[in-house]
């Protein structure tokens, strides 16, 4: 068997696990910033007044952005909410300016921010925020969120979420748990753990529930966990492999890998019914299916050409195109939201495995990352940006990047490795 088949069945192998119930987990992620953008507009974030740690939070997140360049330091005096003196900005040479108040209610906080534009010298947002006092970080995102949007009409994505594996070889009863936490790693909560190691978590459309996999039974199952209740039940549990699940944009059906006629193949599950339909027939292995964002069609990775390569399989006439062609190896394939580029995982000749971007219309493909060992890439909803697992000396990270190229951080754990990103929807 080649190298190539070998790698792609094992990610087609499924591995055990044993959830347990949902705890708030202290094996928290840390931010390192591998790679800042060379230029970027700048943006003053003038201290909040009763700051309670928000304006760090937006400083942070329009860094991270790749397409900003933010500091809360060596800013002109006397800027306060309501109070911009549009010289001062000028000969500071900085375009934005973000300001704030934040006062505490009876059932929380109220955060007031404005964005000024320096050179038109008018605010384009003066907006009010009410939040419970237990989402006052959320708030710092959701400021950030909007700032983003004002400036680029790109919704921002730093009040969402991802989901990861955290390997701890240290406590051997927890040595696996399926984690999810703010994009900047903040606030992480643990959905499972287990002995065994744990693959595959896939969120449903509306961010309200996760699936995974599970050998509680000694075969694998894919299980679908309500993240409010802990609630959880059995989606598929057929002989062989059952791994790999995907949603339907509308939530209805599900995409899964399962060998329960002997081969690895693509099935799609009707949720509602339970109903299940073998969607490919190949002596190959076909795994990994991913639907489009219109549910017309789904890509997967199939080794049928000889080695692993992503294939589009089209509903109405049950039609299988070819989409990768550069490269000895590509998988793993995850779509932008707008439905017009590929992450995948990417093998050029002679090289190790990287996160790569295919346009899926004119098929050029560019590598993005300059880690190796690279896996699982997911997109943030808006497109922007790409979270990937991948290696740097001897621990296991995660890593956030730019699509464009331009920045880069890293999210490793000090309490182990961190593995399988998968980034919620909105």
Known sequence: MNTSRKHLLSLALITALSPLASTTAFAQLYLEIAKAPDQAPKIAIVPFSNDNGLSPI???????SGRFTSSSKNLPANAAINQIQASDW?????????????????TGFEVHYQLYDVQKQQYILNELLNVPASRIRQAGHMVSDAIYQALTGIPGDFSGRIA???????????RYTLQIADTDGEQPKTVLSSRDPILSPAWTPDAKKIAYVSFETKRPAIYLQDLSTGTREVLTSFKGLNGAPSFSPDGQSMLFTASMNGNPEIYQMDLSTRQVKRMTNDSAIDTEARYTPDGKSFIFTSDRGGSAQIYRYTFADGSVKRLTFKGSFNARGTLSADGKKIALVHRPSGSSYKVAIQDINTGITNILTPTSLDESPSFSPNGQ???????????????IMSTDGRFRMNLPSEQGEVREPAWAPK
């Open 385 to 399: 940006m790409v979270v990937y697992a991948t290696r740097e000396g001897n621990r296991g990270l995660l890593s």
């Open 164 to 174: 990861y594996v955290l390997r701890n070889p240290a406590t051997p009863a927890e």
């Open 90 to 106: 000028q000969a500071a040479g900085i375009p934005y300016v973000v300001t704030g108040q934040i006062k505490q209610t009876a």
């Open 58 to 64: 937006v400083e942070t997140d329009l860094n991270r």
